[in-house]
């Protein structure tokens, strides 16, 4: 990953309106874990600091001005400032160029960071994610990759380093995923369940702020799962019904600890319809509450 020279565009900038909401806070979309890795990574560019931001970067919602041509009236946007594009809606992305006419579609982590941009033909801001990008780059190979904020930490990423992001991504969501699906007890095995000693934070604080946004899970508790004394597991239970949607953006929250080479276990997730979670539950105190976040406080050093 390198970085674009600043080049501000010419023209209006994008009509200020509505904030555009992150769907999960419910908040005006920033991303301060992510400019704070950024400015780390400017100031120290090895393969850590990188990788603090690739993490983020997967996880995070993006501003971007462009331009949307629809027939008839523009559809009105909702409370969340978010708006329901007819199917024959043309959409064109703004792009910006570096010193070498190299053209990448701009990422802003807030709007204080879109409006330092000027774009000419841009009447509408969008909302996407790093899976959004990689698509678009992979249907757009005029494109050389996309910027974080050009104006202000101008992290630059390459096409091929989009894709293999996203194959490392998606490689981790599909682990993920196969970890929300219950482990395969036998009969006959024996399963013990511990209070963990220390708490991964690089699980459970993703963890809590994707369940903020999910208002059926009302609590959420770790457990470490012992098979026959040998096998150890981390065990995530949700005070919720089991919805399928609800385990993928769990899953996408354990991105970055599943991707983590230091791990010590992998995780596997339940529900407190189910006799495992009810197991896991009892008797434990959960690290997360609706309405509170994380409430374990536990002053310990991260394990993992």
Known sequence: MSQTKK???NGAKPAAGTPILNPI???PVSNPALDKAGKALRENNNPQ?????INEVTRSFFLIPATVNWNGSAPKPD???RV???KDTKITFSVIKSDSGKAYFPAFSCEAELRKGKFPHANQVMLLRFDDYARML???EQISGFVVDPFGNNLRFESPMVASIKQQHDAAVARAKAGLRPTQVKAGDKVTLVEPSLYPDKLLDPLCETLAGIDTVAAAYLQVMLVNDTTRYYLVVLDAPRNDQMLLAVAKAAHAYLTDPERKMEINFTTSDS???RQGMRDSEPFYIRGKGRVDN???EEDE
Do not use: F, R
């Open 7 to 9: 080049q501000p565009g």
């Open 49 to 53: 600091n990188l990788n603090l931001v």
């Open 138 to 140: 992979q249907q757009n």
């Open 79 to 81: 409370q969340n400032g």
């Open 275 to 277: 006799v495992l979670g």
């Open 298 to 300: 536990l002053d310990e």
């Open 84 to 86: 329901v594009l007819p």
């Open 25 to 27: 806070t419910k908040q």
